[in-house]
């Protein structure tokens, strides 16, 4: 499956200087925030609840307790009850991310200090929050200011320092391209070698047989090469929906691999904004998700059909790096199941796809 937005379902608000998307107004919330550059909270503390968010655009200096990091697009950020927290939209380029919240008292301060949005661009002509309107709001949602917000000239050092993600890592990782490529590359070994008579047979993803898990996999790829190849949702219409593997599913998913490979290698492609349906996001994120996305119903597919499901060590490690920052994302958004406790002595693949809700 792949993120999407339900556009029926969400709600936005003008938030003092933000703009609030709410995508699941009932618990866990997941709120899509956009803050201009040089936003920055006060330093503040959640009483009695676990925050975290994703960061989908932009850059951010944070603040967590005693440590400091950049955080670059991709970067999970999860602020526990207690711990003292802030951050700092740095750069030219306004910040967007996911805010997952077990309960409503997020969306309750929202609702408090904003006001519906009459456009999904960030305000320009809010009204000035006095201090006492907005201490009493943050009290009521169970949020302490602990101190001001992150100045420029802090922000400015820290943005210096390494990003979260890539902090502390001693070897060379593959880019995101060549991951996604390698994925591809692995899930299509498993495509060649379905008999003719599995098409039909169930996989760990109830709701679809081999021939729709396959399908999925070339409809992925296919949007892949038109959404990272600069084309929106509107252009692509719904020339991409119904089956697409035709009589020869084999050559499908080889055809819409190579397409989608060439897309995210090509020069810039990274660094390039995707219209998906819940961003834009950079062609780094979307081809992080795609990643993803292949390998493990890779692995849904050697189980379905009796092949090996053994993944390559490497893309397990490097597929965790990608899954766990967004594991509460993921799973309120439908995209994978419920976490599955894995047994004390099981191996990094076994501990992945526990993550995402698979039985090994």
Known sequence: MTLT???????????LDTLAVVHSPAPPLVIEMTIPPGGS????????????????????????????????????????????????????????????????????????????????????????????????ALRDAGVSVVGPSMTAEEAEAIALTPTASRAGRGA???????????????????????????????????????????????????????????????????????????????????????????????????ETPCAVSYGPVSGAVYASHRFLDVLIHGWDLAVATGQDTMLDPALVDACHEVAAPQADVLRVSGVFGDRIEPPGSSDAQARLLAMLGRRT
């Open 172 to 270: 060379a990782v593959p880019d995101m391209a060549e991951l996604h490529r390698r994925a591809l590359e692995a899930t299509g070994i498993i495509v060649a070698n379905v008999a003719p008579s599995q098409w039909t047979a169930p996989t760990p993803c109830a709701a679809w047989d081999v021939h729709a898990l396959v399908n999925h996999l070339v409809a992925g790829n296919l949007w892949a090469a038109e959404l990272a190849g600069g084309r929106t949702a509107e252009q692509v219409g719904d020339r991409l929906d119904g089956d697409l593997l035709g009589t020869d599913p084999r050559r499908a998913y080889d055809a819409s691999a190579a397409g989608a490979n060439a897309a995210f290698a090509a020069p810039g492609a990274l």
């Open 41 to 136: 909270p006060p330093l503040h503390v959640h009483q009695g609840l676990d925050d975290s968010s994703y960061l989908l655009d932009g850059t951010l200096a944070v603040r967590f307790g005693e440590r400091t990091f950049r955080a670059d697009p991709g970067t999970y950020l999860p602020q526990p009850a207690g711990v003292p927290h802030t951050f700092r939209v740095t750069g030219s380029r306004a910040a967007r991310m996911l805010v997952v919240h077990a309960d409503d008292s997020f969306l309750r301060l929202i609702q408090s200090l904003g006001i519906p949005a009459r456009s999904r661009a960030l305000p320009t002509d809010m009204p000035q929050v006095s201090p006492e309107e907005l201490q009493r």
């Open 5 to 15: 937005d339900t556009n029926a379902a969400t709600m936005a608000y003008w938030f």
